[in-house]
């Protein structure tokens, strides 16, 4: 039991594409997910091309939305 410190959350996403298997630790707030280079998080499968994501972090809730 912790007592007398503040707990912290760590938000991790796990991702597995054509080239490998990686966990990304979230601390920004925002985060771009597709296939281009300029994305915060680059996407390598040939499948996920078509869509465009961000990643959202508020507190303790995370939400992936598709645009």
Request: charged share 20%; hydrophobic share 35%.
């Amino acid at each position: 039991m912790l007592t007398g410190k503040s707990q912290q959350t760590l938000h991790l996403l796990v991702i597995e594409d054509d080239r490998c298997k990686r966990t990304i630790a979230l601390e920004a707030a925002t985060y771009s997910i597709a296939c281009g280079l300029s994305n915060s998080i680059v996407l390598h499968s040939q499948e996920s091309q078509a869509f465009k994501h961000s990643k959202m972090k508020n507190l303790n809730t995370t939400t992936l939305r598709s645009n």
